[in-house]
């Protein structure tokens, strides 16, 4: 079975903590993405990575910085978290010949007190 | 702006009934995919279909990929409270661009 894990499933932290979500995948896939999810807008991406060391701005990457050292790991960062930053944050994984299938982890809930 | 629009944006039935979504665009797209997602968990990919006019059946779930490929149906059969959650389409506009995601259809299906 392929597997996309997400570090943590809940989360709360106070505004200005700096949040770390990691993200492994275990299919060997090239391509990794971070979205956020919240209701009536949808899923939104934040960064993408199609490359160990490369990073791609999504549509809403202000507030948002990204890691990929390893080819299986996603890191999400949160330098400064604010309370607008609450949201459920999926990680998703999908191989080099981008079909557009994407396999999700299940999900990081973030509250931002 | 949605590239892709998803109708309803709620649905709920009985159990047994049976229900057809929507996926519309003004785009074309090399590819559609449909995902299911249950309350607290990530999308699940369901199906991919990537020729206009093709039909792909998931046991009770029959999707469909409009003939000039800019819109895409989910049907289901009999529905079952298994069933419940939200369903969303996706898709690319070629092999280089990102996913685009519409906003899905809620579906509740009452026992």
């Known amino acids: 079975d392929v597997k996309v894990t997400q570090s943590s499933r809940y989360l709360v932290k106070r505004t200005g903590e700096k949040v770390f979500l990691e993200c492994v995948q275990d299919m060997d896939h090239e391509n990794m993405f971070w979205y956020r999810q919240d209701p009536g807008l949808g899923l939104r991406l934040i960064y993408f990575s199609y490359d160990v060391k490369m990073k791609e701005k999504g549509d809403i990457p202000e507030g948002y910085s990204v890691s990929r050292e390893k080819k299986e790991r996603f890191s999400l960062i949160l330098e400064s978290a604010s309370t607008n930053q609450t949201s459920m944050y999926l990680c998703a994984s999908g191989g080099q010949a981008n079909t557009g299938e994407l396999f999700f982890g299940e999900g990081s809930r973030l509250t931002v007190l | 702006t949605q590239l892709l629009e998803q109708s309803p944006q709620f649905l709920s039935i009985q159990e047994g009934e049976n229900l057809t979504v929507y996926c519309n665009s003004s785009?074309?797209?090399?590819?559609l995919q449909w995902y299911r997602q249950e309350p607290g968990e990530g999308p699940v990919l369901l199906v991919t279909v990537v020729t206009g006019g093709e039909v792909k059946k998931l046991k009770r779930l029959t999707f469909q990929f409009g003939d000039a490929r800019k819109d895409s149906s989910l049907h289901i059969t009999a529905a079952q409270p298994g069933d419940t959650g939200l369903y969303l389409c996706a898709g690319e506009k070629t092999s280089y661009d990102k996913v685009i995601f519409g906003p899905g259809t809620s579906l509740s299906v009452i026992p």
């Open positions: 785009s074309v797209f090399s590819s």
